[in-house]
């Protein structure tokens, strides 16, 4: 499932301005979450809202593991809370990885774009659905070898491909690294 980079979550985001890691994510498995109820999101009650975001979470998976098992110690702490908080908690932890790059004000030690070394993906009938960003076209590729400067769309990319080789030779962390 691609991620949308035009997405006025990603395109407006800025220095400042809260990420809407939520919102971003339930955009982007929104067709999974037709698969339970053919409606869109907002107009779910509470409870449906609940069991959609859970039969999503199920169905993931982060370098080869379910997700409630790879954050199963995320998950104890939250054993309190009623199940759509939960699991709304459980999806800000997970997109907060998932799409951080995009996020202006999350920036690793060097000031950095954040680069997640988890790779998500949703699977539905035995195929895995990756998150993944937009293909940078043959003419950015191009002017970024002209001017030597890599755009973030292109760094994105190559962060999301280095994981996919390294999924690819099996060599993913299976535990969690923070």
């Known amino acids: 499932m691609q991620i949308d980079y035009s997405s006025p979550f990603i395109k407006y985001s800025a220095k400042g301005v809260d990420f809407q890691y939520e919102r971003l994510f339930i955009q982007t498995v929104n067709k999974y979450?037709?698969?339970y109820k053919n409606a869109e999101y907002e107009k779910l009650t509470d409870k449906d809202k609940s069991i959609a975001l859970a039969r999503v979470i199920k169905m993931m998976e982060v370098n080869f593991v379910p997700v409630t098992q790879f954050f199963a110690e995320d998950l104890a702490k939250?054993?309190?809370k009623e199940n759509f908080e939960k699991n709304l908690l459980f999806i800000n932890l997970m997109s907060r990885e998932i799409f951080?790059?995009?996020d202006k004000n999350r920036l690793d030690k060097n000031g950095?774009?954040?680069?997640s070394p988890y790779l998500f993906c949703v699977v539905c009938d035995g195929e895995k659905d990756y998150f993944e960003p937009p293909k940078p076209t043959s003419l950015q590729l191009k002017m970024n070898s002209l001017t030597g400067k890599n755009s973030e769309l292109i760094e994105y990319y190559n962060v999301y491909m280095t994981l996919k080789q390294k999924e690819a030779a099996r060599t993913l962390s299976q535990v969690k690294l923070y």
């Not at 950095?112 to 680069?115: A, E, G, N």
């Open 112 to 115: 950095d774009f954040y680069r």
């Open 33 to 35: 979450i037709l698969m």
């Open 78 to 80: 939250w054993s309190d």
């Open 100 to 102: 951080g790059c995009y």
